[in-house]
């Protein structure tokens, strides 16, 4: 793993990208773009690698042309005055112009076509609807046709489109799931689309890649794609979530909950549903990750969290409660049992 990811590196300086794609392929790097695992995906990489290829020969023809005319031409003893002049040479002028006009119809033809098929939104009722919104710094995702909403973790099904809408709720964010497509920006006050299919059931990390303040880095997430019948009953378990707590504890963090989070989380299905600054918590205690993909979904991290958020994400939104270790057991006990 070790000397892999130096030889990536090494390759990556040297621009050597055909041999970093082929590390990147047997390394398994989780945001590799040279790993496509959709049609969206490995056709950008296939242009990716149409160009690559391209601007490979067009840089060997010009060193050897270079090299050659260095050679030949270079000044012998001798020598008096100036070599033969070819300005205005008809036929060293027609090549020089045809030649870049054929390169870029290679490139355009291509580029063109797979620019507008990505652009088309998956037509059909087939197509998974979601809109993303991104918040500094979290994610938002809501299902208009099945009435949720989660947040950090985007759950998909498998070999289905996915058709997305994409905005944000303060300032330029860009969504960005290297597996599975490039690159799309949330603008506020604004709607861009993008689809987006994951071939295989698995989990895809994503992070936002447009710098939106302090925390840009951390702003993270996943792609979760189940199995059809799997995320269907991830669906239903949203729709109708686990939320009456089972000990006195959680029992005592719902109380908390309702003092302290409840302005600005929601949790469907319990009477805290208008908090709609902060990330919906519905099912929370299922997903694999916390603080927006920053650490794994522990008992021990949502301490980290509850205790001081912005000792953990720098300049988290969510304020410090100062909340006493009696006061944390119990949230823990209760947002860890929301499934
Ligand atoms: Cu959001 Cu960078």
Known sequence: MRSRWRGWRLAARLGWVPLASGLAACGRLPQSTFDPAGPVAASQLRLLNL??????AVFAIVAAILTYVVVRFRERPGQQGLPPQVEGNHRLEVLWTAGPILVLALLAVPT???VFALARTPEG???LRVRVVGHQWWWEFQYPDLGIVTA???????????????????VIHSFWVPRLAGKMDL??????????QADE???YSGQCAEFCGTSHANMRFLVVARPAAEFDAWVKGQQNPVVEPQTDLARRGQEIFGQKCVACHAIRGTPFTKGAVGPNLTGVGSRQTIAAGMLPNTDENLRRWLDNPSAVKPNAKMPDYNLNEQEIDALIAYLRGLK
């Open 152 to 170: 950090n973790e985007l759950v998909i099904p498998a070999g289905r489109k996915v058709s997305l809408t994409l905005t944000s709720a303060d």
């Open 187 to 196: 603008v506020p006050g604004r709607e861009n689309s993008m689809w987006i």
């Open 125 to 127: 009722g087939d197509a």
């Open 112 to 114: 063109v076509r797979d």
């Open 51 to 56: 160009s690559m290829w391209i601007m490979i």
């Open 201 to 203: 059931p698995g989990t």
